[in-house]
């Protein structure tokens, strides 16, 4: 059987970066990936199809809540049915992934809605600079940056909670970018190994080989090395200029990038002194426990330097 690990992050931190990645590790690919068939990840874990076809019913029927009762069954029952997902068990990927912005949160029964320890034997969470998540996020909601820094605050905010839309995935629990972090690390239902994006960045071999030998998973440096070579940003880029994809963001005119900057530390170019404050002041918690310092002299030369 194999094993399942949530890859869980708070929006715009690097989830489908490091998707990408796992599917361009098989040695014997001979040309990246493509974006739109991202074969390393079972569907993302608050797929509404995914739920109707195995539960039986139709959740657009069900409130919310009773949805989330019915979650932590459905999670523990994917993992313990080694052959679920799109992967034939005599492939390269001995690991299932699966993806989620879901907070690790319970019902109103006290039960984790992941499932707990029968539903995953850990989690991979990805984090990143909320300075930088902050424009990205804007630009993903079609906000400005102003929203998209009010609703990292904001630790009621949920993807998918419209009362009078259907949309194709479940309500998901954000609880705020501070609060999302602290879920999951809090919990201790299932081990949790940290990500962070800008070390993906500045050291990608042993960072990526880190989180592989968390899923117990080993590789060798080289194919780890093309495998970041075939997910360069640049690479991610092209391919959505070509063929578009199909988790970009849509908006009423259209859809917009997806794959944007791909960079560490790009707020300072992108955020005013009054937002970088306002950022570090609602995280500061979380930002000193994920090591993000606060913003010295320098950084507010360079800020106020691009908003002049």
Known sequence: MRPTVWLTS????????FRALLSNLDPARAEP????????????????????????????????????????????YLAADSYEGPFDP????????????????????????????????GALLFVRDPRDVAASLANYQNFTIDEAIAMMADPS????????????????????WGGYAASWLDQRDVPVH????????????????????????????ATIERAFAFAAIDELQRQEADTGFGEAPQTEHGKTRFF??????????????????????DHAAMMERLGYAPAIKEDFEHVDQQAG
């Open 194 to 221: 940290l990500v962070r994006y800008e070390e993906m960045h500045a050291a990608p071999l042993p960072t990526l080989r880190a989180a592989l030998c968390f899923a117990g998973w080993s590789i060798d440096d």
């Open 157 to 176: 905010f949920c993807f998918c909670a419209h009362p009078r839309v259907l949309t194709n995935q479940l309500r998901q629990r954000l609880l705020g």
């Open 10 to 17: 708070y929006p715009k931190s690097g989830n489908t970066w």
């Open 260 to 281: 944007r900057r791909g960079v560490a530390g790009g707020w300072r170019d992108e955020l005013t002194r009054a937002q970088v404050k306002r950022i570090e002041q």
């Open 90 to 121: 005599e492939t390269l990927y001995p690991v299932r992934f699966v993806k989620t912005h879901d907070g690790y949160t319970h019902t109103r029964h006290g039960e984790p809605i992941m499932g707990g320890a029968a539903a995953a034997a």
């Open 33 to 76: 990936a493509a974006i739109n068939a991202l074969d390393s990840t079972d569907s993302i874990a608050s797929s509404r199809g995914r739920f109707d076809n195995h539960m039986l019913i139709e959740s657009g029927l069900l409130t919310f809540d009773e949805i989330d009762d019915l979650r932590p069954a459905l999670y523990r």
